[in-house]
């Protein structure tokens, strides 16, 4: 069974600092691309960055590029979104999900979350400004 667990959200002023993890189980972590989504209140769920661990391809979401920035430690199958410079808009719960490995793709491709799921709980992310 696939899981996964996010944690390392909270509440930071507005061009504060977060690091989220998402620790994986149950599946090959170097088969699969591992992404980051968030959702705020009465707003649809949108990708914000993708990492492919077979070649270690990053891509983000304009929103969030320069500011965010999507790691991997394989050894512990867990994947880390670094969050700089955060901005109220960034508030959000953010998920963390699994998808099939690919290569070649543009980062509006990477980020269309219909190719991801086994979504965890989520972890809330708020920005005060």
């Known amino acids: 069974e696939v899981q996964l667990a996010e944690s390392g959200g909270g509440i930071v002023q507005a061009g504060g600092s977060l690091t989220l993890a998402c620790a994986g189980s149950g599946f090959y972590y170097e088969e699969s691309a591992i992404a980051w989504s968030r959702q705020a209140p009465g707003k649809e769920r949108e990708g914000v960055a993708v990492i492919s661990p077979h070649d270690d391809g990053t891509y983000y979401d304009d929103s969030v590029l320069g500011r965010f920035t999507i790691s991997s430690d394989k050894a512990k199958n867990t994947v880390y979104l670094q969050m700089n410079n955060l901005k109220p808009e960034d508030t959000a719960v953010y998920y963390c999900?699994?998808?099939?490995?690919?290569?070649?793709?543009?980062?509006?491709?990477?980020?269309?979350?219909?190719?991801?799921?086994?979504w965890g709980r989520g972890t809330q992310v708020t920005v005060s400004s």
């Open positions: 999900g699994t998808g099939p490995p690919f290569s070649g793709l543009t980062s509006a491709q990477a980020l269309g979350l219909f190719q991801y799921g086994n």
